[in-house]
């Protein structure tokens, strides 16, 4: 249900933006953090982070294209970073602050840093937690590696032939069933230690849902980037966050955007994969707290 109270009262929102509907959940209270999740395609709520809304107001993002935002008149192309740009500057502007702080996980991570560097007068900081300073050739190389390597420490697990199967038909997802399917039988590889916290975690894997996202523009041509020389233009407070064992956005690119986004801070989760706000909750929240600690103003 849609609240129709101000713009930062609990509870679920909607609003259009240039012609879509934009709809977003408030909870928490404390500085303003905008919080987009990944995919893309992921719903919002595999991101609901209880442990920061103790301290900050978490507005979470329904992506359009996704849950109960709208969709392009193109769907499922054209999500593009200046797509998703737009209507996360679009919906700034609705929550009428000055300034606000932007978390962005995995995919959304590529939106944020796209944003501060198209749009960094409106943050007070920005936290790129899972994220990749390029994605192209180079970025599933190193995928297919590190899936390579979990699969080596897994062998014997009756479970893993099914995951193996499942990276391998990530191509040819195409509706909204094959990507949630697909999102759950992998869902062991994104966490550290899947079978080890098994009764914490298969509640959480059953919960994923998601929209099928084509990953191509309005042309039909790949969505990729590389933004690695640009980095350094961002002058926002930078927090990069990073689970050691996340095998699809890992320590590798988490090094790579901190030495090029000028005094940023990084923040490797020694006991987390691609989740680490499920995974170690506080410590991920004290993360993200210290970017606001920084930007007191």
């Known amino acids: 249900m849609v609240t129709n109270t101000g713009p930062l009262s609990p509870g679920v929102h909607e609003i259009p933006i240039d012609g879509v509907a934009q709809r977003y959940h408030v909870a928490g209270s404390g500085p303003v953090c905008l919080v987009h999740p990944g995919g893309p395609g992921f719903a919002w709520n595999y991101l609901r982070m209880p442990a920061v809304e103790d301290r900050l107001t978490a507005v979470y993002i329904e992506p359009i294209g996704t849950g109960g935002s709208g969709r392009l008149a193109t769907h499922p192309n054209g999500y593009t970073r200046d797509a998703y740009g737009r209507a996360l500057d679009g919906l700034i502007g609705h929550l009428g602050i000055p300034k606000v ?54 062998a014997g697990n009756p479970e893993l032939p099914d995951i193996l199967d ?51 523009d309005e042309h039909l041509a790949p969505v990729t980037f590389d933004d690695r020389a640009a980095l350094s233009s961002i002058t926002t407070a930078t927090s990069v966050i990073v689970g050691r064992h996340d095998f699809i956005c ?48």
């Not at 501060?116 to 943050?123: E, N, P, S, T």
């Not at 890992?250 to 989760?269: F, K, Q």
């Open 166 to 216: 499942a990276w391998k038909s990530v191509p040819a997802i195409a509706d909204d069933a094959a990507f949630t399917t697909v999102a759950r039988r992998l869902f062991p590889a994104y966490v550290a230690d899947y079978w080890g916290r098994e009764g914490e975690f298969a509640p959480i894997r059953e919960s994923l849902v998601g929209s099928h996202i084509s990953g191509l």
């Open 101 to 154: 702080y932007l978390l962005g996980h995995s995919h959304g991570g590529f939106v944020a840093q796209y944003y501060a560097r198209k749009h960094g007068d409106r943050l007070a900081g920005i936290v790129l937690y899972e994220s990749a300073p390029a994605v192209g050739p180079e970025f599933f190389s190193e995928a297919a590696r590190t899936m390579e390597a979990f699969a080596r420490e897994n």
């Open 250 to 297: 890992g320590p590798r690119w988490a090094r790579e955007i901190h030495e090029r986004v000028p005094h940023s801070r990084l923040t490797v989760l020694e006991n987390s994969g691609h989740f680490g706000h499920i995974e170690e909750p506080r410590v991920f929240a004290d993360a993200v707290a210290e970017c606001v600690t920084r930007t007191p103003g």
